[in-house]
Antibody
Framework: QITLKESGPTLVKPTETLTLSCTFS??????????VGWIRQPPGKALEWLAV???????GYNPSLESRLTIKRATSKNQVVLTMTNMDPVDTATYYC????????????WGQGTLVIVSS | DIVLTQSPDSLAVSLGERATIKCRSS????????????LAWYQQKPGQPPKLLIH???TRESGVPDRFSGSGSGTDFTLSISSLQAEDVAVYFC????????FGGGTKVEIK
């Protein structure tokens, strides 16, 4: 059974750096063509893809947010970590991690998400 | 960025009736070499993460009821629910994976 779970702070202040962890089970990021991504969703709004990390440690970022994002993995812990710098109230959202399906960037398994509020 | 525009923003359909959702892409997501459109549909129920329903514009995921169908190619796509059930109340999103992923704005489906 494949599971993913996000963890991190619920509240961050403007200008701070957000660090989120995704702990997963049921698959290994060391397996060829596996990938884990992050997607966020502001309350009542649409989904926005943020970043992805692949089994070969290649990474991809949303071009509009790339300067603020870093994704990395801790393979031995089955974890993927996302950092986002210079947080702003518009970054308030539920942040999801998800495992991609097949060889393309579509996501067949999702965590339940973690709500991050940016407020002073 | 490829922009996906969904319509309508919301719709109310009677139980057992058909629901139709449109997704238009700002550029073609059809890859000519394999003749596949890199377009997926997700269903998101309140308080839940999205669930992948359809990929390649028309291929249902395993376990997805056959009342859900996807069609279209290139820039214009449709998700249809042939006979709406109460459990289909949700927001539906399209997503392209032809390039850096982007999602449509969502369509909320309710019971009339």
């Amino acid at each position: 059974q494949i599971t993913l779970k996000e963890s991190g702070p619920t509240l961050v202040k403007p200008t701070e750096t957000l660090t989120l962890s995704c702990t997963f089970s049921g698959f290994s990021l060391s397996t060829h063509e596996e990938a884990v991504g992050w997607i966020r969703q502001p309350p009542g709004k649409a989904l926005e893809w943020l970043a992805v990390i692949y089994s070969d440690d290649d990474k991809g970022y949303n071009p509009s947010l790339e300067s603020r994002l870093t994704i990395k993995r801790a393979t031995s812990k089955n974890q993927v970590v996302l950092t986002m710098t210079n947080m702003d109230p518009v970054d308030t959202a539920t942040y999801y991690c998800a495992r991609r399906t097949g060889s393309y960037l579509l996501f067949g398994h999702w965590g339940q998400g973690t709500l991050v509020i940016v407020s002073s | 960025d490829i922009v996906l525009t969904q319509s309508p923003d919301s719709l109310a359909v009677s139980l057992g009736e058909r629901a139709t959702i449109k997704c238009r892409s700002s550029q073609s997501v059809l890859y000519s070499i394999n003749n596949k459109s890199y377009l997926a549909w997700y269903q998101q129920k309140p308080g839940q993460p999205p669930k992948l329903l359809i990929h390649w514009a028309s291929t249902r995921e395993s376990g997805v009821p056959d009342r859900f169908s996807g069609s279209g190619s290139g820039t214009d796509f449709t998700l249809s629910i042939s006979s709406l059930q109460a459990e289909d109340v949700a927001v539906y999103f399209c997503q392209q994976y032809y390039s850096a992923p982007t999602f449509g704005g969502g369509t909320k489906v309710e019971i009339k």
